[in-house]
């Protein structure tokens, strides 16, 4: 028999109603806490896809706890038509970031000690909180993509760090959607890709040949076979040795003139902006009557492969009015004329040179010069989400050396054309800034935005390549 004392649940109605209230609300509460601390709704359906793919993933897998951090849901830092946004101070948290990488510890000798910085043997990392290790300057700074996303990754788990959160640094290599490769490519190759008098062999090619054994002997790289990791080779010289080794890794890029078309392509690699070596036009209010000059370009005339047509338009423009097209270089003062002369041009050549692109183009977008594209085979970086016919004018190679077509075509720009050209690079100019700590929708964010876009294609090949490997079926 049930117990007497024991009375029905409704009973306790019969008590006054500040009581009853009291345990509504106490019942009420901790839903309430809930729903509030899982933060504001994912509204962009990329960043929420992006988080059923991590939440499959890692299914099974540990996870890790993270209380020195604050958690918020951020929405997507994805493009937005009318320019970068403004930096908002959010707190990164791996559960709500666009993308979690996993970053390899590499020896100094791959990263950092190749810019004179020594931990002593006591640290992989500097300790970038108390001094940023300088990079050299010149040309050395185009591909220096390198430094400046390992600086973002290393900066990613800092608890009182502020901006962007695309991107965060996971212990935890199953945790991880990417994994990255710290190796800067492009410095090793513009400082030691020649042959000292003591060695065999360049330090640029000793340090990729030890790459290769290091890469394919982890577990991480024998999961996916490699396509999962991200490795830079922003100068076209740059990982010549090692790239055919490495290649179902997702490379990061400037083009792929210097690539064999299965080792990069643009499905599976990502192309960077080069970092721009004129000063910034800021606070540019010049109008079309400002910019005296109406094409311009300066640098190298005389090159081989598909940059002969700079010798070819050299000699249809040089006596063109209003048209400055002159040899240059970074030396003799040679970037500050440039500036000047770029800063007071409505329209500035990018053409091909040894490869498909360039310097010169971002070098434009920040002078606010409408650019002028001459390069049949150049790819652009985020070009499936920047539509740059807005703010730049494509000429195919076999027209441009038509005579009297180039000069033509652009003296037929309209004064409103060209305003509305002008006004569009001064909102996407941002895109392609570098800096450390990182911005809202720079550079750097977009990079990381862009391999987060190939992270779901990423999945499907790692996926259809266990499909008989489970139980080690063989014909």
């Not at 040679?334 to 409505?346: E, F, L, P, Q, Y």
Request: one cysteine or more; glycine letters at 6%.
């Amino acid at each position: 028999m049930a117990n007497r004392n024991i009375r029905p649940y409704w009973c306790l109605c019969r008590k006054p109603f500040l009581f009853c209230l009291s345990f509504a609300t106490v019942l009420v509460l901790p839903y309430l806490f809930f729903w509030g601390y899982a933060g504001k709704p994912v509204v962009n359906h990329v960043l929420l896809k992006e988080k059923i793919f991590s939440v499959i993933e890692n299914q099974g897998s540990p996870s890790r706890e993270h209380e020195d951090e604050a958690s918020s849901l951020v929405e997507s830092p994805f493009l937005d038509e009318n320019g970068p946004a403004d930096e908002k101070l959010e707190r990164c948290h791996p559960n709500n970031v666009l993308l979690k990488v996993f970053m390899y510890d590499l020896p100094p000798e791959f990263h950092f000690g190749l810019l004179g910085w020594d931990g002593g043997g006591k640290s992989v990392w500097p300790d970038i909180r108390t001094k940023v290790p300088n990079h050299p300057g010149g040309l050395n700074l185009q591909h220096s993509i390198e430094y400046w996303l390992t600086l973002d990754l290393l900066s990613s788990r800092f608890p009182d760090r502020t901006g962007p959160c695309s991107v965060v640094r996971v212990e935890d290599s199953r945790e991880a959607d990417v994994v990255f490769v710290p190796f800067f490519s492009s410095l090793s190759y513009n400082r030691h890709s020649k042959i000292k008098a003591h060695q065999r062999v360049s330090t640029n090619k000793l340090l990729q040949q030890k790459l290769v054994r290091f890469l394919t002997a982890q577990k991480e790289w024998k999961r996916s076979g490699g396509r999962d990791h991200i490795i830079m080779a922003h100068h076209p010289n740059s990982m010549l040795d090692a790239r055919t080794k490495l290649w179902p890794c997702m490379f990061i890029l400037a083009d792929f003139g210097r690539y064999a078309p299965h080792v990069a392509n643009v499905e599976k690699d990502i192309i960077a902006p080069y970092r721009h070596l004129i000063k910034t036009f800021v606070n540019d209010s010049s109008g079309f009557d400002d910019r005296p000059t109406l094409l311009y370009f300066q640098g190298a005339i005389y090159r081989k492969d598909g940059g002969s047509i700079r010798q070819e338009l050299f000699y249809l423009l040089r006596n063109e009015k209003d048209v400055h097209f002159s040899f240059g270089s970074v030396g003799a003062n040679g970037i500050n004329d440039a500036s000047r002369g770029m800063h007071s041009a409505k329209f500035c050549l990018n053409i091909a040179g040894d490869t498909p692109s360039s310097n010169r183009l971002f070098d434009a977008i920040a002078s606010h010069c409408v650019p002028v594209i001459i390069s049949d085979d150049i790819e652009l970086p985020y070009e499936d989400v920047l539509d740059y016919s807005k703010f730049s004018i494509f000429v195919r190679t076999s027209d441009a050396i038509k005579k009297g077509f180039l000069i033509k075509l652009i003296r037929g720009v309209s004064r409103e054309a060209w305003t509305q050209m002008w006004q569009r690079l001064k909102e996407v100019e941002g895109y392609f800034e570098f800096q450390y700590p990182s911005k809202e929708d720079d550079a750097v964010q977009m990079i990381w935005q862009a391999v987060a876009r190939k992270v779901p294609a990423i999945r499907l090949k790692v996926h259809k390549s266990r499909r008989f490997s489970q139980f080690n079926i063989r014909k």
